[in-house]
């Protein structure tokens, strides 16, 4: 121990610390004024940051929870993963020094907590709004905004705008474009076709999942978990499982998790084959997006001939699985994932050899790894800069990863753009393949229990758990109320992170370059930008305009304005 | 230059495209349905004995149940349902088995055959005459009563079932003293 | 005056068949079935039996549908500009010999009669959309008129070798003049420039949906759009034709095999298109122009020296 965190903790409290250990966790109680000294220890000790979050205790004010993991440092804790830090503050005056005037990775939940919970994080660098729009009126400052006037004769406003700019022209990306399917608006300014200066926006589709599984309890949650997203749902269902059964303390039969490291993987494979099909589309092959995702259905097929449905599993339950794979299905399996690891091997090595593609990717979206540490990005998109980060080794989920049963190793590569990234997850594909050959071969093999018992009242009343999903680190966080039901439920999304570097990544390159610098990090969002309503079969289209008049009008009615 | 002449060899090969609404050639309609398909929801009636288990455990809420005069309704509604298969796991008698069928579109939501609906005869009350729950429910609560029971207590326990077998929940709980069926004196017996 | 009457429906229906194909060979080429040649037996009640012509039901379509002219747009040259276009695609067709049939091409300078028509033509798919007022459409015809440049530079160099190795202005003359090597030469710098002009994969950045939305036909709707369409549907009969008529020599030989061999060809020429369609994505602009520029001054050098031969 030759750098104890609780000693330089200790230097700011001299006067005694509340911490305890649970599970793999150190949880540390702190003052909130000194969050963001905590911060600038813990990021010059080279931990990074999970996630920033806070929770409602109703009367008795929020609870902010800073998770970093410190799986990558010097610390060394026995088998301590992760370090919680909880601060308690009031209603009356939500405040607390922010995190992210120190390092980028908090300052898209820090807007978060401003916006949906109305905490106000004190000097957080960029006040304007992530999640709401941008004219919503702030729910911490308690005022109105200004409202850009709608026109409504039609006269546009002369801009007064400098030489220079005036060669520049803004291009709003999104919400509705056709080279990114999914609802966000990226702002590029471009002189002729090079862009100098980006900006992101996201927020168009906010669904109000967390809310939805705190009202179900923990039990049913994890079918709605799955359905976060379409791609990545085993993914999500792994890393709620193991969320949920940290707070639990059962042992699950090894078959189970055999079974379930293979789904996560034969995930892992079909959605990095569906994200090379969307890149070739992108870069404008419709026959490379073919190709993949014709290799693809086959994946499907698995998945679907074991699981039984092609994109939500539906298997995941606390302690263990609840579906068997026969021998026979196994061997077919294996046979089936052997071939397309052949022809796919073969295939991706003519993609990546591709002189055209090589010149669409080669040095697009520059993410030095330094720009990757600091902006805290996850998954391939940290591993193309060099960076081995990977949640299977530093902090596995509830299956099976340990090295030493099954042989895989973490992917990197020291390109630092948009070719090493598509690199990696080329060969992320091979590995997942071998790891899912491995597994079929012991399910083919042996046979056992796949579901043991849970008890009735769960040992924690707190608990994180994490999982590789196919674009990062996904990260969940579980409380309970005394009585055993869920009080709150967050979730962290890989895309979180690493949209919040794609204006970096942006700044000169070309305006063709956009959409494949966006889909170069394999974001995943949804989208929705109004309203309908249909009420007795008539319907009403809402405008932007209406739904802002409607909002304010709400918060004068609740006194807010 | 020679990656891309190398991509030819794959550009030949048949198309993966399925006849999908054409009948013509049966096996090029699907790609599979593989025997573990989780397909549209059936419930047999004969089996269900109205236990509401699969409507306290539907993650999609489509599992609903209703008393109508002197029958319990219960109704899937298909268009809710997410095919989870979480009710074939929790129903104690094996009455829900989700069905290889997926072709289930319908052209109006409100219509009938988007509801799956099991209809279960209720017992009246002897005493408030309230309709309180099916014949099926009852019976079956007492056989696994009997199957797990002390055998010390076994007869006496059986006396009291047959006693307050015809009386709903609240009317059980305030004859009881009155019947002698109170589960006090089962303490007392133990102590 | 009969051909002159029979080539507008031939043309017509030889574009059509030809987009068709270029649609269905690189459908096949990458796993897809494609537009369907015949419906099936028992869809045939629903569908009907005649949605098989799939480049003609979308002009059908796009002319049964609402013209949306933008507030923003310089409306006249909006509105025009694709009629224009048209009437240059479509005049042109006049001016080339159709497998030994030699229409009008035998009039004096119907060679730049016809370099002139189709430079027009697409002159006026570009100003159209600069006069839509949307920024996508600015930075799709942007990319448009550079292509054009360098793809002008080769189509006319290549024209105009054959014109002086044959000695002649007249297409026709051009066209039943000797075999040489100047014939193979000049082809292949026709051939490139085709690419750029028809769009053929690596070079349709100009309509690149996924970065720049429809590019330059982003506010063009309903019949405006359908009138494009139908402008593109003369120029692939023009680019083939010409190609063909100009560099492979058939139109010497009788009718009777001559017609066939220059389907024959076509499709051939077609076929090629749609592999090169399939197996390249799409360049930046940058890398198009500097890949064009290397290509086509090698091959003028190569045009030249074999000329001068």
Redesign the interface.
Known sequence: MSENIINRIKEIYPNGLEYEISGNWLIIKVKPEELDKIAKIMINLGARINHVTAIDLESKGFEIINVYDITHTNISLDNITNIIFKANISKIKPEYPSIGKITWQAVWAEKELKELLGINPIGLPDSRHQFLPYEWPNPVESKLREIPEVNID?NYLQLKMPIKEAYQ?L?PIGPY???VIEGQVVYVKVEG?EIVAADIKTGFHHRGIMKLIEN?GYN?GV??AE?ICGICSGAHGLAYITCAENLFDIEIPERALYIRTLLAELNRIHSHLLWLGVV?????????F??TW?LR?RIL?II??????RI?Y?IWRIGGV??DISKEIAIKAKRAIEELKEEFSK?A???A?????K??LISVGKLTYQQAFNGGAVGPTARGSGWKIDVRKDNPPHAIYDQSIISWEIVTDEGCDSYARMIVRIKEVLVSTDIVIQCLDYLSKRSGEIKSKVEEKPSKIEAIGLNEAPRGELFYYMKLYENNSLQAIRIRTPSYRNNALIPLMLIGC??????VVMGSIDQCLACTDRIEVIKNNHRKIMRWEDLIVMSVNMSKKKGLL | MSSEIKLIKYTIKKPMTLKYPSSLIPEKKYSQIPEVLRGLLQRDNEKCIGCKACHYSCSGKATTFQYKENKLIIETFTLRCAFCGYCQEICPEEAIKLTKTFEITINNPNEREAYITTELDLLKCKNCGKYFATKKFIDRTYQRLIEKIDPIIKESVMNDYKKIEEYCTDCRRMLSIKLNTHPKKYVWLEG | MIELILIIFTSFFLGLFYSFLIRKFSARLQWRIGPLVFMYKDLRSIMGITRIIQPLYDIIKLFGKKTIIPESSRKRLFIYSPYISLIFAFISIFFIPFSGISLLSNVPYSLVIVSYLLIGSLLFMIIGPIASGSPWAFIGVRREAELFLVTEFGFIISLFSMAISKNSLILWEISISEFNLVNITAGLLMFTSILGKLHIKPFDMSEAEAEIVAGPYTEYSGKLLGIYYLTKIFLIYDFIALFISIFIPINTLPIYLSIPLFLIISILIIFILSIIHVLNPRYRIKNALIWYIKIISILCLINIITMVM
């Open positions: 039609g022209s291009i474009h056709p080279g076709e179900r049913r079918f709605l359905r070739a589309d992108v870069i404008g092959w419709k026959t490379g073919m190709y014709g259905e097929d679907e001939s074991i699981t039984g449905n939500t539906g609840s579906r295939m090595l003519e993609i050899n591709h002189p055209v593609i010149s669409r070309n305006l063709a370059d956009v959409p």
